[in-house]
C-alpha cells in the first residue's frame, strides 16, 4: 500500500509539473498569434498537444491508482478520498500531499484563465486573418496574380 501512496504522490507532481508547463506554453505563445507568426503557431500547438497527450496519460495512470487505492479496506471511510489518503500517511507525506492539491487546484484555474485569454487571441487573429483575406480579394481585379500573368519574359514577348 506504501507503495502505491508514493507512486500516486509522484504521478500528482508529474501532473502538477506539466500543468505549469502548458500554463507557461499558453502564455508564451501569445506573442506568436498576435505578431501571425505562422511557424511559431506550429511549435507552440504541437508542443501544447504533447503535453496535453502527457496529461491524459497521467490522468489514466491517477485514475487507475486511486481505484486500487479506493478498493483497499478502510474501518472508517472519511467523507473525502484524499482525506483517507492523508489518515495513511506520516505528517510529512501528508502535507506534501496537502501542498499537491492546493497547488493543482491553483494551476489548474490559471490554465482555465489562460485558455479563455488564448481562445479570445485566437478569435481576435481569425478577424485579422478574415480582414486580410477580405483586402486581398477586393483587389484582385485590379491586381491579377503574378502565376496568372505569366513570366516577365512572356510579358515582355507580348510587348513587342
Request: proline share 2%; with cysteine; hydrophobic share 40%.
Amino acid at each position: 500500500m506504501r507503495h502505491e501512496v508514493q507512486r500516486y504522490l509522484e504521478l500528482l507532481e508529474r501532473r502538477l509539473a506539466t500543468l505549469r508547463l502548458l500554463a507557461a506554453g499558453l502564455d508564451e505563445a501569445r506573442s506568436a498569434f498576435t505578431d501571425l507568426n505562422l511557424e511559431a503557431m506550429h511549435q507552440h500547438i504541437a508542443h501544447q498537444e504533447n503535453l496535453c497527450a502527457e496529461i491524459r496519460l497521467l490522468d489514466t495512470e491517477l485514475r487507475a491508482l486511486k481505484e486500487t487505492l479506493a478498493g483497499e479496506p478502510h474501518a472508517d471511510r472519511p467523507a473525502s478520498e484524499f482525506e483517507a489518503l492523508a489518515r495513511e500517511l506520516d505528517p510529512a507525506s501528508a502535507r506534501h500531499l496537502q501542498l499537491l492539491l492546493s497547488g493543482l487546484t491553483a494551476i489548474q484555474s490559471d490554465v482555465r484563465r489562460l485558455n479563455r485569454v488564448h481562445t479570445e487571441l485566437l478569435r481576435r487573429s481569425r478577424r485579422s486573418v478574415n480582414v486580410l483575406l477580405n483586402f486581398l480579394a477586393n483587389y484582385t481585379g485590379t491586381y491579377s496574380p503574378l502565376g496568372s500573368r505569366g513570366s516577365l519574359a512572356s510579358s515582355m514577348q507580348v510587348g513587342k
